[in-house]
């Protein structure tokens, strides 16, 4: 196990094995240095996002490679489900069912205002100007009516979905 932190001092991302008592950050080599936004992982791979692009590993997030997912590439948040591999970008949603081998267009707005993903109850769920739900990546994405805008971050459990926005919580 591992954390990962992106560095404003001294810039890059760095890696701190968890599981060692002596443990000290460790620079992390193929990520570029700045503006990380998002990491998932999953046995086996690792993702990374940032404004430049997606970045994979496949050797516990010791060495990255970019990944090409066919545009755009400001990325604004990623999720790692059994659906697949999910990235809000500024030219829509983009899922890879392959470990981000290929992509296709799940929703092609792209984020307004805030941006977030999450899964809960096997629905999986966007937000930007308001929250939108589909039952899987190839589903219609339809928009719940919430008082919400501007949603920066999005939590979930098996039963419960957690937005922060600018106006405050709610469930």
């Known amino acids: 196990e591992s954390l990962y932190a992106d560095s404003i001092y001294s810039p890059g991302v760095y890696r701190l094995h968890l599981n060692q008592a002596d443990a000290q950050w460790v620079a992390v080599p193929g990520l570029p240095t700045w503006g990380y936004r998002a990491f998932a992982f999953t046995a086996g791979h690792g993702f990374a996002a940032n404004t430049t692009g997606i970045f994979h590993s496949v050797d516990d997030g010791a060495t990255w490679t970019p990944l090409d997912i066919g545009g755009e590439a400001d990325v604004a948040d990623l ?6 591999l999910f990235a809000a970008t500024n030219a829509g949603l983009r899922v890879s069912l392959d470990h981000g081998a290929t992509w296709k267009s799940a929703w092609k707005e792209g984020f307004q205002s805030g941006f977030a993903l999450a899964e809960s109850g096997g629905s999986l769920f966007a937000a930007s100007d308001g929250i939108r739900r589909a039952k899987g990546p190839d589903q219609e ?4 009516h919430v008082l919400a805008d501007s949603i920066s971050w999005l939590l ?14 709610f469930v």
């Open 79 to 84: 999720l790692l489900t059994d659906q697949g």
């Open 141 to 144: 994405w339809t928009r719940l």
């Open 156 to 169: 979930s459990t098996e039963t419960a979905v957690l937005a922060m926005t600018s106006g405050g919580n």
